[in-house]
């Protein structure tokens, strides 16, 4: 099958059961997606398919019909999206493991919501678990994006 | 407090191993220096000072951060001390792990290991301390834990930056021909201010490094501090936000296979039968093989990729054997609950209790039980190791908290020497304790002997990860007190009994080494809190179930926390005493005590009048070196009880980084509360439960409170600050919740009895 992830085409030969996160991890060389659960209950595998957040541990990636990003596909540590930016300015991440998903599902968030309230990032942020205890930075962090990407950064 | 003559008699434990005496090792061993490791393996035109800098000629400044990074920041802040003294930016520098090596041994992880509490400097307890130093050193754990990596490295690294330092402007005066005491450094260079005249730390640094180092260091003063003492960006931060592949989950090596394990849910039984038919058919199964180890018995499997050894391990149809302990919850509570009943380790006896109990009127007893289950860790990042066995040489690449011990264990496993093993330490998607553990690379080096030197990436599902920890130990306490006249305690008993922590680490790590004498860790956080009462005794019974335990965030403290704390609280409301005005009479001889005290009740406003529905609880715990207190907010809202915020002030002797600092102490009390709201490991047929995070969920961004926090520095020792934020959150929370609804929370975890929002 033929998929696009992060711009980029691949021609993956997989089980079609076999859920994305493990097509792009072993098969696509994509480590940023990362394994937490398998059962779409942590958060850690979050990528974007057609720019909804998905649980790629949970999703076959036989139904994946649109184009799927992974926090590698929305930049780079010379050009940091600002999400990615804020978090580097808020020092959100301790030990990091989960800061894929949590990026993606805010990115997700204020791809749809431009200004969201408290209530919106715990709707959109609650199936994101952190064990280091990181909330309240992720809190800060998302509101210093949207200064962030309102000023164009 | 124990006397020298008590400690000459007995044997007490420590870490992994058990030492008699724990004075008596030679300080010859102590003195000899270790090799430095960095020798032998430098790139070209790279030299090396010490095991903790090497410096090209090209300028690059490479600082080793020997501890690991789970984190807690401990990269960032080692490689500031040795900055620090070097004289370069932190902006300047590679931070490199380094090599498993005896050179990076950590002594203070072993300082407080004795029977003594923090804060008893008498000459007794000092000598002791230095004794365990030179164990850590003896023993050459190169480990990352008991929050002791900032105490361990705080003055051999500062000294290993400013011996660098030296040797360069040594070597940078001769090359000049300008006196050493007219060079100043900054930047990474060496600088003649007369003349103009610079060099680069690189121009000089092989010459440098054949030089004597110095034989008196000097260092800076405090005041003279540009990166230590404030906030730096974590070294870590650009490749956490960006998904870079430093994770053990993410190494990705050439011709690389994969496999996962399914290990017997019963701990320490064997299969009884197996039927490999089904699985061994699947399409990407390559081979599957059997696991044995101290860590129990199981298969690995080998496969093309991640799932469909994920999907074999599911098919693999397995019988085990019954196991050696009692088949469920209920059976388990019952043998730790007879256990209090039998004798223990007196491991504080002031006054004398017996006594004081014997004539105590009814009423001015207060009596409680109280028990918390065991626990996983559940770190993010399920366990995972990548093994490669070739030509005699095992490679192993993972997460850990103890690099010289998965070097040596998967030497011993694979039948090798230790010289034919090298560890990469990763960055760890979260520890917690329970990445001193091995069993992860053990499996993974076993699976390696089978791909004919392909290396291969073994990767644990959560539920094998859930059902294969080395668990903080289920326990129960049975407290009791006498109030005087004043409502103030006259005198405390507590008997604390639990499975040993020590016992089951020595079974997994050195069977051969029989456990001796008792184990603290059973009455940490219990025993050793700076409160004067005249009668005060506390005992731990080491509980005989071999379900594995280990060391979990805090480890004895986040128990004997809650157990003490929770108590305390009692105690003030039957003797009508404020909480907090409790606490700073008992503490009147620490000072540093007494002013975390304050202070945490001055930032939450104590004693002010809060708004119907909302309520206060306060906690103190000294753990790890560090003097902490909190105060956690809760609410009644119509969805059940809110923590809306939670106040926490530190006294950490010491803060060389005040924003890692402030959130390891925020990290820390989420991990408690996590546990304190709603996770437990129970037990069925022998085996665990709970399988993923929908039966053992942790805090949510939704039901994170607020928090504030002040750190302090009114202490003369510096402490640690990755675990002390967890000890106190549980009861904070327990006494709020009493303070809010009249029902005192005894037992864990709290969802038993009462809701959350």
Known sequence: ?153 | MASIGKIARRTFLIGAAAIAGGVAVGYYYYRKPYPNPLEGNLAADEATFNPYVKIGADNTITIIAPRAEMGQGISTTLAAMVAEELDVGLGQVKVEHGPASYAYYNSAILEEGGPFAFFDESMTAEIVRAGMGVVGKFLALQGTGGSASTRDGFDKMRQAGAAARQMLIAAAAQKLGIAAADLETANGSILHKASGKSLTYGAVAATAATMAPPAEIRLKDKADWKLLGKPQKRIDMPAKVTGAPIFGIDVTLPDMLYGTVKMSPRFWAKPVKVDFSKAGKMPGVIKIVPIDTNYGHGFGIIAENTWAAFKAAEAIDTEWADPEYPLDSAGISEVLKQALGTKGSVMRDDGDVDTAFADAPREKIVEADYAVPYLAHATMEPMNATARLKDGVLDIWCGNQAPTLVRQLCANAVGIEQDKVSVHTTFMGGGFGRRVEVDYALCAALMAKETAGRPIKVIWTREEDMRHDAYRPASVGKFQARLGDDGMPVAIDMTIASPSMITSTLRRLFPSISPLGPDKSIVDGAHNQPYTIPNYRVTGVAAPVSIPVGSWRSVGSSINGFFHEGFLDEIAVAGKTDPVELRKKLMAAYPAAVKVVEKVAEMAKWGEALPAGKAKGMTFTLSFGSWVGEIVQVADTPAGIRIEKVWIAADVGTALDPGIIEAQLISGAVYGLSAAISQEITFADGMVEQSNFHDYDAMRIFQCPAFEVAILENFHKMGGVGEVGTPPAAPALANAIFALTGKRIRTLPMSKEVTFA
Not at chain 1, 25 to 36: A, E, I
Not at chain 1, 43 to 61: E, F, I, K, M, N
Not at chain 1, 98 to 116: F, R, T, Y
């Open chain 1, 1 to 153: 099958m033929r998929l696009t992830v992060d711009g980029q085409a691949f021609d993956v030969n997989a089980d079609p059961e076999m859920p994305l996160l493990w097509a792009l991890r072993d098969l696509m060389g994509k480590t940023g997606p990362k394994f937490g659960c398998g059962i779409a209950a942590c958060g850690a595998c979050t990528v974007h398919v057609d720019g909804q957040p998905v649980r790629s541990c949970s999703l076959p990636v036989g139904e994946v019909t649109g184009a799927v990003t992974t926090i590698e596909g929305i930049g780079t540590e010379g050009k940091l999206h600002p999400v990615q930016q804020a978090w580097l300015e808020e020092q959100v991440a301790q030990c990091g493991y989960c800061q894929a998903g949590q990026i993606m599902s805010a990115v997700a968030l204020l791809d749809q919501v431009a200004d969201p309230t408290d209530a919106d990032i715990d709707d959109a942020m609650g199936g994101n678990l952190c064990r280091c205890g990181t909330y309240p930075k992720i809190r800060v962090a998302i509101k210093r994006a949207v200064v962030l990407k309102t000023a164009g950064i």
